[in-house]
């Protein structure tokens, strides 16, 4: 896994391989929430979602070689840490993700 700066300059979680974990630390989750993530993969993968210990759900990402966006539905309270898994037989990137209630 390593960081980079595409050609529009935002920074990229690149390299990201089965059994990668990404975490964000101490997050505010305010109930029921929509998750949006910007990702791409070559093969197959899927980002498992998980808030401290507890899984969420789950973003399949299957041969998409352009940025794509998929939103989750989750539901947690109080500050968590927020853990994307990748799970698959391909290379992923992660551009960026967003919640809203």
Known sequence: MSTYA???KDRIIACIND?????YKNMNF???MQ????????????????TDDCKVGELEYDGCSEWTQKTLDITANGIKNL???FRGTGVAELMDFTMTA
Do not use: D, H, P, R
């Open 6 to 8: 595409n050609e529009s």
């Open 83 to 85: 853990l994307f898994k």
């Open 19 to 23: 059994n990668t974990t990404i975490g």
């Open 30 to 32: 305010k109930g029921k």
């Open 35 to 50: 998750l949006t993530l910007s990702a791409k993969c070559q093969g197959e993968g899927t980002f498992e979602v998980y």
